[in-house]
């Protein structure tokens, strides 16, 4: 399990396997292929440059305690990305913690199949952020292509681990793919685009364009047997060539809850990757304009505001070709989510060093320093026990009939005291937020970060 966090670590922090400058001179390096929960040496130097701010490196600069405000920073500092992948991740417990997700405010609910809501963009968001920590971590030292491989698989089999224990660890009912095997694919493929191919920008924008246009000819032009519809009509679940390679490739019994295709599925990983190039261009331009931050705010708002309204208006034009779209992660989508990053990373910089947002932003920051631990743990809880356990009742024939643990404890909570309400599913979400919050200010105060 300790490798597990090693390797996970690394990937939402942002962590790269790099040597820090303080302490390559005093003859220290960080071991590729080893981590530790620890005290870093860097505890007593928690903020740092923009660039080892973004890759979850801490460079020297005096001493903060960890009561000090969000806006002490050191020169350069840049805690908007730690701040903003924190956020990310109180919003994904938020949702998934629910305690009826038939009674449950629309702002947390996923879209079953076009139109979006705020939460369908949190997990395309992750990606974002691991490409933009790439070209951070292969910055002084591209890693091995055994530690890239290695790195991947225990990503990729941690989702599946936590998956077996939702279908009770029987083949039969696996689900295959998952938001852990999507972001380590999107790793192994941004690591090999950014660090092992040559080209540079050019590089980076062709392949975006070919898995775009990949996409698209599929999408469209494949014939889906059994259909009536035109291929261009993705709106309908049944006659998609997403759910056509799904069924295919995973089969019916691996997907998600067993649908016509799966959220995380084979066709819709194209775009996915793509959002992953988008974080690495983005990790660029924040290594090329260090220092002018002024200017990389403008590029990005203009950048961020365009692609925001482009893809409400391409939805709007062509509902049925281009839906605003997380099951296919369809183009606009993909344009709504870099748009939003772009913009909300300038936001979380902004608030980052104003007092007025401390509040919101302390929370973030602590989340946002352990982010696997808290992001890893949440998900172990809820699918190892909180889902996995039921609690025998009278009367029910057989144990598996039962309440799950989370719905007992949530009718015996929040629906006993709020009824059957809206707001009885976010007080009990609430109650889990607030305890990873809380799990996460402790690591911060002891200055126990997760690092490689």
Known sequence: ?????????????????????????????????????????????????????????????????????????????????????????????????????????????????????????????????VGCSIPFACRRRVPPAGAVW????????????????????????????????RIAIGYVVGVSVHAYLPGGWTMLAALAACFLLAHAALTFGLYVPGCDELPGQVVSRRCTAQGYLDTAILSGRHLYFHLEYDAEGVLSTLPSCVCTFAGIAAGRSMLAWSGRERL???????????????????????????????????????????GWALVLLVACEWMSQCPQFDLLCKPG??????????????????YIVLMSVHVPQPGRATATAA???????????????????????????????????????????KRWFLSV
Not at 309 to 324: F, S
Not at 366 to 376: D, P, Q, R, T, Y
Request: proline share 5%.
């Open 296 to 338: 990389r705010t403008a590029v990005w708002l203009a950048i961020g505001g365009g692609l925001i309204c482009g893809a409400l208006w391409l939805a709007a034009a062509y509902p049925n070709a281009l839906p605003v779209s997380k099951p296919l992660f369809s183009p606009t989508l993909l344009m709504l989510t870099v």
């Open 150 to 181: 290695r790195r991947t698989a225990i990503l990729f089999f941690t989702g599946v681990l936590f998956n077996a224990a939702l279908s009770h660890f029987t083949w039969r009912e696996l689900r295959i793919m998952g938001v852990l095997q």
């Open 1 to 129: 399990m300790d490798a597990i966090v090693t390797e996970m670590t690394g990937l939402l922090n942002g962590s790269a396997q790099l040597t820090d400058p303080v302490d390559a001179e005093r003859g220290e390096s960080t071991a590729a292929a080893s981590a530790d929960v620890a005290h870093p040496a860097s505890a007593k130097r928690p903020y740092a440059s923009a660039a080892a701010a973004a890759a979850g490196h801490n460079a020297p600069t005096a001493t903060a305690s960890p009561s000090s405000t969000v806006r002490k920073m050191g020169p350069g500092r840049n805690v908007g990305l730690d701040v903003f992948r924190g956020l990310c991740i109180i919003s994904m417990i938020a949702a998934k913690d629910q305690g009826d997700y038939a009674k449950m405010y629309s702002v947390f609910e996923h879209e079953a199949w076009s139109s979006y809501s705020a939460s369908d963009l949190v997990f395309p968001f992750f990606l974002f952020m």
């Open 403 to 445: 309440p799950t643990l989370k719905e007992w404890l949530f009718w015996h909570t929040a629906r006993r005291w709020y009824g059957h309400t809206k707001r009885a599913s976010l007080m009990f979400s609430l109650f889990f937020v607030a305890a990873w919050v809380a799990l996460a200010y402790l690591l911060y105060r």
């Open 365 to 382: 920051l602590w989340v946002g320093k352990n982010s696997f631990l808290i992001f890893a743990a949440s998900f172990a809880v809820d």
